[in-house]
């Protein structure tokens, strides 16, 4: 596929009426031309088919070599509360989950036709997709202003096809898990247009949808996600014990061994069989 076939296609395909859709070869990353397109006031999508300076959460970087997905989507805030209502970022705290709840119905419609396989990716709090304990997906979701209106930037990575440095030990790639490594150059591509298509047209309706169906969007994230009902431990504030729901915020309650409730917004969460 040719640069500008790829980009034109996904146009044609997802029909988006002002969206500027922007699909390269190499980008340090997808995030970063984003942010700096929202700040000229334009919904965009910008995908890379590598990355040189992936970002990661928690001031990390992403493995972002060829054969997977590296994309941003940045969506303005105006339409997606309710009419009459100032945008305010403190509600949109649950977005990165309704990425990753988005990222879960693409990878499982995708694969589903494309290889007949049933796969249902779990989330793990606060935004990793995982399957069978490996993390395929992880999600950077960032806020911009432009003359007085907000977007937000989506940044979501997925391991396809891509080669994963041996220190990812937690890592997986989605093709280890569907044995979809026999297909040749164009079938691999064709797949992941097909789950960029999915991916992209998900999230732009998840999140315009984010602050009105709030509530169902939340229920379907807690009931795929692998975090609830697990004894866990968040390192950095030294709480243990079990994860007993998403608040409306996104935030995990945590259920400690003295019978208290901690609440926590952010930051890495080990799970315990
Ligand atoms: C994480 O798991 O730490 C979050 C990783 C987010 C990676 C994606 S890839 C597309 C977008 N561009 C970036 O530089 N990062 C995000």
Redesign the pocket.
């Known amino acids: 596929m040719q640069y500008t076939d790829r980009q034109e296609r996904l146009k044609e395909r997802l029909a988006l009426d002002g969206f500027e859709i922007v699909w390269l070869d190499e980008l340090?990353?997808?995030?970063?031309l984003s942010s700096e397109l929202a700040l000229n006031g334009k919904e965009n999508i910008v995908i890379?088919e590598a990355?040189t300076?992936?970002?990661?959460?928690?001031g990390?970087s992403?493995n972002?070599a060829e054969g997977g997905i590296?994309?941003?989507v940045a969506i303005c805030l105006d339409e997606v509360f309710p009419e009459g209502e100032e945008p305010d970022l403190g509600k949109t705290l649950h977005f990165p989950l309704i990425c990753a709840l988005s990222a879960m119905r693409a990878v499982s419609e995708a694969v589903s036709e494309s290889f007949g396989t049933d796969i249902i990716p779990d989330i793990k709090w606060p935004?990793?997709l995982v399957i069978k304990d490996k993390?395929i997906?992880?999600?950077?979701c960032k806020a911009a202003q432009c003359k007085g209106h907000w977007y937000i930037i989506c940044?979501?990575?997925i391991n396809v096809f891509n080669d994963l440095s041996k220190e990812l030990e937690d890592a997986g790639r989605l093709a280890d898990l569907i044995n979809a490594d026999d297909l040749d150059a164009e079938g691999q591509k064709e797949f992941l247009f097909e789950l960029i298509a999915k991916l992209t047209g998900e999230i732009i309706r998840n999140i315009k949808m984010g602050i009105v169906e709030a509530d169902r969007l939340l229920d379907e994230i807690e009931e795929h996600c692998i975090t609830i009902g697990k004894y866990v431990e968040v390192p950095e504030r030294n709480i243990k014990g079990i994860a007993r729901q998403i608040g409306d915020d996104g935030a995990l309650s945590i259920e400690t061994d003295e019978g208290e409730f901690e609440v926590i917004t952010s930051g890495d969460v080990v799970i315990y069989k």
């Open positions: 340090d990353s997808t995030n970063n890379s990355q300076n992936g970002l990661g959460r928690l990390r992403f972002s590296y994309e941003s935004n990793d993390k997906s992880g999600i950077l940044g979501i990575g």
